[in-house]
């Protein structure tokens, strides 16, 4: 199987979407999902972007994404979030996801952030059994805060 691992470009955003929905249904909460395809052509391809993708691609289809944006933090300066990491199901445990991750990683170091951050569900094994893999450390104290409009 041969992988290709690249940034995003606008003409991935239809399909990224569908991975996104993908994502939310596995996560038990697709009826959260209220981004669209055309918020994510103008975030992400527009004047200004707000996020930046990398995908995966095997056939000519993407069946990976992850999806990040860069946040500054008082204390460690810039960091880059990782806002999801997705693997189509029918493309999970082929090496994918580990491959997305250090492109990743690798983009951070690229743009001399001071580390990558994510979350990940409390119930969600499979994932965090894999970012264990890459030395991370998982943080209990923080509870996360929202404000929706």
Known sequence: MSVIIRKGIREDVPVMFELIKELALYEKAPEQVTNTVEQMY????????IYGTIVAEVAGEVVGLALYYYRYSTWKGKRLYLEDLIVSEKMRGKGLGEKLLEATIQQAKDDACTGVMWQVLDWNEPAINFYKKFGTRMDGEWINVHLDF
């Open 42 to 49: 103008l975030d992400g391809f527009g004047d200004n972007p």
